[in-house]
């Protein structure tokens, strides 16, 4: 790819293995564009077979087999480089920080911002490439009017995953290649046999792609130490139950708290500073009011006024209305038309145009309430 | 023009080579312990295999050849073979820390097994001091194994000296040559060595060939069990050709091998000094003088040696770097580490092998590619701090 042969610049694909990039890949390679596929290598490497207390195939993960499988029928380079430390610093640690801070990460988030977009983005402009594609559901458009690249949510909303670049900067927007954004699932899959990819009917990957099977057991192992017992407390601050650690809790949980009481109890907040779990009954779970930090915005530069939007508070939900108020040092304040269930802070708020729903104009890390003291009051609040 | 510059990691099968191994695939396939005439024509030409390689090493005794299926099994022979059967007189074995993993992990597996391994250090220059061997050596030391030519840097050990050390101790000896066999002279008398490896693909014979020396009267068992295939040392029906393959790319590296090594020696230097003339910040790694003829390890600092190796290739020249874990990525140079050399310069070094086939043309053309790619790298690399993108 150095010396770019036909005068069209390169792009890095980055391959997890699975049918969306793979055919991502091939969708580049049917365009005549030089690619060069990448699997990152997150999870550690045995040196031994007996390293992993097994003598099958264990130490070459099938995934990296079937994303190398892809690259060669493509006839591209294929490469796996080494992400283990990379990821563990700048995903696994926010992934752990954030629990236990009693926040719920969303470590696709980082992932794609750092890593993708980041760190593999910087190192492919060195291999002389000038975009990085994935096979992620979501579509980059490019504003002449206000000269900025726009994000939007990808054709099939069922598979959309906008969500999860809702931080990338428009150096990386205007890198970003998402070449299955435009496609169904089932179109992916069938463009996959169409290709003659082996992956073609490969199901799709779990949600967290680093921890198998129960998020908590991993968490006990990785945090050891960092994981406090401490008291749940209802509402009213009455000590109703003890805890394992504010990391094995979500606002909204309702099972494994062990506490009886006539009307269901759902974890409604988790203050790190006294390591204490707070329950209340269904109705404490809703609010209108949502303090975002660490705003990006993509559709504009800065906000100056009160706006209406489109936002979601976690992945799977349909954006509901709501009047977004910037407030300084990146943070704004949403007003939800409707009350929102389960507001859990860490978790990603991002922005859809109120006009254009498909626009993702921005996002940022839902904040823990500040103001406790009146819980009562903060429910149901009035807008501003 | 694609340039392959990785010939430590195999070299391509000469045609020589190949046309002395067809007929051995195809109409003389008989098997070499079968007593009839396909059986004794396969016989014949496999003995005469072991006489050019035991003549390739200085002997004419011809038995002290078993063939092996390659450089790893040769060196699993010689340690988990010597340990089995010397563990009546003692556990200890020493190694050292920057020897090739099929001798480190063979160790690491004895040492599971109950042996104690000591793995010596090295200098800033790769350099082990045979004074060390003398002062690890203990009551119950039953085998020292320390290799010949680094595989990574280039490296000679002084072999001889150390040899003489372990005769004078009554201790078994072994050295892996797999680098070093066919680019310099090797004796196994002068060398003082009891056990010595080596292997084909690295001298443009066939993969899956390999042998080890074992001097007369060497105590040892064989790890493979099976028929009575190569004196008993090593059970398995022989692989004649591919034995052929071996003593036919010995004999073509032995035929020129002073000249040969002299022009992959000036050819590596005037890569190595063509490098550092035109890119700053280039630093040699290993001794400068006491070296395999045809390698050079060098690093780039300010770089990562992975985005490199994958530059380079994408511009059509084959470099390499560390060893690849078995996904294909590449893990931090276990050598370069040992020899005490920070992390940030061993993760930006490359190695560069040179072939009998390399040209003037081939490192000039490196030279031109190379410098530019270095640069955007750099230019690139400094903007990899983990401040980069947002979170």
Known sequence: MTPVPDG??????????????????????????????????????????????????????????????????????????????????????????????????????????????????????????????????????????????????????????SYFLYNLTQEQLAAARFPVGHLSKEETRRLAGEFGLAVAEKPDSQEICFVSGDYRRYLRERLGVAIRPGFIKDTDGTVRGRHQGLAFYTVGQRRGLGIANPKALYVVDLDPETNEVIVGEHQDLWTREVEVDRVSLIAVERLSAPTRVLAKIRYAQVPAAATMIPLANDRVRLLFDEPQRAVAPGQAAVFYDADDPDLVTGGGSIRRPCNLSDRGNRLFQRSA | MKIYLDHNATTPLHPQVLAAMTPFLIERFGNA????????????????????????????????????????????????????????????????????????????????????????????????????????????????????????????????????????????????????????????????VDLLSLSAHK???PKGIGALYIRRGTKMQPILHGGLQERSRRAGTENVAGAIGLAAATELALGDQESAAKRMTDLRDRLEQGVMASVPGVLRNGHPTERLPHATNLAFTGLEAESLILALDLA??????????????????????????????????????????????????VLEILPPIVERLRRVNAGLSPALGAR
């Open chain 2, 203 to 205: 001298i443009h014979g």
């Open chain 2, 316 to 365: 059509g020249v084959g470099v390499s770097s560390g060893a690849a874990c078995s996904s294909g990525s590449l893990e931090p140079s276990h050598v370069l580490l040992a020899m005490g050399l920070p992390r940030d310069r061993v993760m930006s070094s490359a190695r560069f092998s040179l072939g009998r086939m390399s040209t003037r043309e081939e490192i000039d053309r």
């Open chain 2, 33 to 192: 312990s079968s007593l009839h005439a396909w059986g004794r024509e396969a016989k014949a030409a496999l003995e005469r295999a072991r006489m050019t390689m035991a003549r390739a090493l200085g002997t004419s005794d011809k038995d002290t050849m078993v063939f092996t299926a390659g450089g790893t099994e040769a060196d699993n022979l010689a340690l988990a073979g010597v340990a089995t059967a010397q563990a009546g007189r003692g556990r200890h074995i020493i190694i050292s820390a920057v020897e090739h993993h099929a001798v480190l992990n063979t160790a690491t597996h004895l040492a599971r097994m109950g042996f104690e391994v000591t793995r010596l250090g090295v200098d800033s220059d790769g350099m082990l001091d045979p004074d060390d061997v003398r002062r690890a050596i203990r009551s119950d030391t039953i085998l020292v194994s320390l290799m010949h030519g680094n595989n990574e840097t280039g490296v000679l050990f002084p072999i001889s000296p150390i040899g003489r050390i372990c005769r004078e101790r009554g201790i078994t000896f072994h050295t892996d040559a797999v680098q070093s066999f066919g680019k310099l002279p090797l004796d196994v008398e002068a060398m003082q």
């Open chain 1, 8 to 161: 069209k610049s390169g792009v890095v694909v980055a391959m997890s293995g699975g049918v969306d990039s793979a055919v991502a890949a091939a969708l580049l390679v049917q365009q005549g564009i030089p690619a060069v596929g990448i699997t990152l290598r997150i999870w550690p490497s045995p040196r031994r077979a007996d390293d992993c207390g097994r003598f099958d195939s264990c130490c070459s993960p099938a995934a990296v087999e079937d994303a190398r499988g892809v690259a060669e029928s493509l006839g591209i380079p294929f490469y796996v480089l080494n992400y283990e430390e990379e990821f563990d610093r700048e995903v696994i640690q926010y992934f752990m920080d954030a629990y236990v801070a009693g926040e719920t990460p969303n470590p696709c988030v980082p992932c794609n911002s750092r890593l993708k977009f980041g760190s593999l983005y910087a190192r492919a402009k060195g291999w002389g490439a000038t975009q990085v594609a994935t096979g992620h559901y979501a579509r980059v458009e490019y504003d002449a009017a206000r000269g900025r690249y726009r994000l939007r949510r990808a054709v099939d909303l069922r598979k959309d995953q």
